[in-house]
């Protein structure tokens, strides 16, 4: 069977407690009956799927049973990669998880070995919810003014229906719940949110960011250093220089003038030789600053280069491993009937994991989940790589703005260091005393000149950057919009779906509905928490129980159908025969089930509980375990 991803199903679920199986069965695709009697555990089964898979129970929601086991394991297929997943349980909310990318079978096995704990909230490292999105390739959403990104949890809401939960709603029950989680959550399980937009939507907000602090900084400098009414230009600097410097050319040439004068008058004295040595210490000292200045901009330059490449690096090779796995999928599903190379018939072999034409052993799930760890790891390579290299090209630009002050220094210490070699000082002239006062103040404008200049070339520094980053906050933008529009279509086209997939469960129940059988329109708003048929939402309890039945059904189906949904194909029902619904009816809509699970194009998982199973799905292929009574339990607690 073909597989649309993300996809996401439960291979095996084993509850512990003290060391020893409280509750240990497998899965399979399609349709998973789990049934017993009322009261027998079913409902702790279902919890305990929906807690390892990430979900958040609070201490109010488990039930006393399930407290007295300490561990739940599950071994699920992440777009056909066997991993294990793990967690302990415990009343308190928002537990860790710990993650093992193989087989359960090996993950129970291995103590330690192999095994990573995650968080269920983004910290230091990262959190079990941004490892499932990788796995399952979708992307990280952020919604909201606080940036906060979905979690798995969150997901979860449409993809388990339990007992507790308001039936006239769509999502599971949750504290703190708002509407725009509900639609972020709605809208990229419709396949609305691409990777692209996301990217896109990240980028733009750090684009805004990186233009504000650089507009701040402009507004800064300009506050502190161009308070003489003039614009603090390179352009205005280098005119204030010339101006200066054609001034102490003038001095210049006048104290040369006096000079020859008391050198024809022989007065022939000099500097000492402590103020020519100070002033050619001072031309030393910024050469030292301005050649170590320059040599950490140059090791600067090159790991920006450095981190630029490896990132090129790191998402290529991720391009290549998603690539990579469906590569892998298709050759699965590649048989040769004649040998390429001499047409010979190729006979059938027993040798499982063998390749069809060799016959070498080759394990496809192995490197498989070797894909899967890469990714993982190359993605959070990546968004350390990104972070340091937004460090790297603001110390570049803070270490040029600092080589270009030293330079100008070193200039004006270089021709301070020129005159005092060559300036007699004398009180005997007063004129030469007076001239070679004003030259020295003019010198001290040209340093002061000097620091305007940085500042000059800083802000010009930083207008290139802000251009730069508008050209990419517009082609930003243009992706946004594109995404948008595809966005729009995509809703519209997803609604559609759903719509006939739920009108389908809604005409096929029996005759306890009458706006049921003449529906013609399905409405719903995952903001709103609603679904309607033609426009009315309120029906008996149990016909809003069908109702919402049918709508996660729906969605499922939708999903299974068709590739452009991001929903994982999953679905947990606890509810096909709550709020007094009747034996004939619930056995009918599970009939209805599995019927729509027989004709799905892709590998999908549902996983329903109840206690009046249809005879004819009371079968090993369908159903989980035994049928569950007072006296045999789900959990074998003693």
Known sequence: MTMYKPNLAVRRLVVSRKGHIA????????????????????????????????????????????????????????????????????????????????????????????????????GSGDSFSQVLFRYLGLPEVQYGETNTKITINQVLRLLYSDQLSSVERIFRDQRFDDATTRQTVGELLLGAYSNAYYSARLKKRELDDQIKENESQ???????????GHPLTIEWVASEKLTIEREIDRLAEQIQEAENQIFQAGVTDRLTLSEQRQAHEEVLKYQRLLAFAQQQLDELEIERADSEEFITALEK?????????????????????????????????????????????????RVRRRSLQLINEYSRQREKSTELLKKRADQILEKRTEISGYKEFWQQASERYSVVIRNPTTELRSQLSRLNRELGYKKRELEE???????????????????DLSGQLEGTN?????????????????????????????????????????????????????????????????????????????????????????????LIMDTVEDKGMEPDRSRNFQRLLSQKSDEAISEHQIIIATSMIAHELDIPSITVGDFYTHDNRTLKIN
């Open 23 to 122: 509750y240990d069965e497998t899965f399979h695709n399609g349709l998973n009956i789990i049934r017993g009697q009322n009261s027998s555990g079913k409902s702790s089964i279902m919890d305990f799927l929906f807690y390892v898979l990430g979900g958040d129970l609070l201490e109010s929601q488990w039930r006393e049973a399930s407290l007295l086991c300490d561990q739940v394991v599950a071994g699920v297929l992440v777009n056909g990669v066997d991993i294990t997943i793990a967690r302990e349980i415990d009343p308190r909310s928002q537990r860790p998880m710990r993650m093992f990318e193989g087989p359960i079978e090996e993950a129970l096995n291995s103590a330690a070995e192999g095994w990573s704990l995650y968080s269920y909230s983004r």
């Open 218 to 228: 402009i507004r800064s400098l300009i506050r502190l250093h161009s308070k003489s």
């Open 317 to 365: 090779r991720l391009e290549e491993l998603h690539h990579s796995q469906d590569v892998l999928t298709e050759f699965d599903l590649l048989k040769f009937e004649f040998c390429p190379s001499c047409l010979a018939p190729i006979s059938e072999h027993e040798v499982e994991g063998a390749c069809h034409l060799c016959k070498s052993a080759y394990d496809h799930d």
């Open 449 to 467: 000149l000097a620091a305007k200049q940085a500042v000059a070339e800083e802000l010009a520094e930083l207008a290139r950057l802000r251009a």
């Open 478 to 570: 243009a992706t946004i919009e594109f995404e948008q529009r595809r966005t729009i279509s995509q809703k519209a086209q997803a609604a559609a779906k759903i719509q006939s997939e739920v009108l389908f469960f809604l005409k096929s129940d029996l005759e306890r509905q009458s706006t049921f059988a003449s529906a013609t329109e399905i409405t719903f708003e995952f903001d709103a928490d609603r679904i309607a048929v033609d426009g009315e939402s309120f029906f008996s309890a149990s016909s809003m129980v069908y109702l919402r039945n049918s709508f996660l059904a729906g969605l499922l189906f939708a999903a299974a159908n068709d590739r452009t949904f991001s929903h994982p194909r999953f």
